[in-house]
């Protein structure tokens, strides 16, 4: 987190989640740990330098957990904190309005589930 001083809470979550790939990430990691390139390929779109930097971000502000395994080749993992939970949780009825003005206006749109129960 950036700044000490916040207006609300909402505040302090529109930061957690600024930019363009956050949120992505957040509700991509939702359904399950992931490992770098898979989250890569989900969000879309996404460099390789950016979404490293996003979950350095994430990391730093307690929503991801980074696990590496220590492993050759290179294994590591993302998942969320119980806070991240909470986000996601948080954000899905945004997900359900999205959807809901994606169908009325002919988008298409990737199918996704969102399992909070671990």
């Not at 000490?4 to 939702?30: P, Q, R």
């Not at 490992?35 to 730093?60: D, N, T």
Request: hydrophobic content about 40%.
């Amino acid at each position: 987190m950036k700044k000490t001083h916040y207006t609300c809470g909402l505040d302090v979550v529109l930061e957690l989640i600024e930019g363009k790939w956050k949120f992505l990430v957040l509700w991509n990691l939702a359904s399950g740990p992931k490992r770098f390139g898979e989250l890569r390929r989900l969000v879309g779109g996404v460099s390789e330098k950016m979404l490293i930097q996003e979950l350095k971000e994430m990391v730093a502000d307690n929503i991801t957990i980074r696990q590496d395994f220590k492993e050759v080749p290179p294994k590591v993992v993302y998942s969320l904190t119980e806070s991240g939970m909470a986000l996601a949780e948080a954000c899905k009825p945004l997900c359900m309005l999205g959807t809901e003005i994606a169908n009325r206006e002919g988008l298409t749109i990737r199918p996704f589930e969102l399992s909070l129960e671990r």
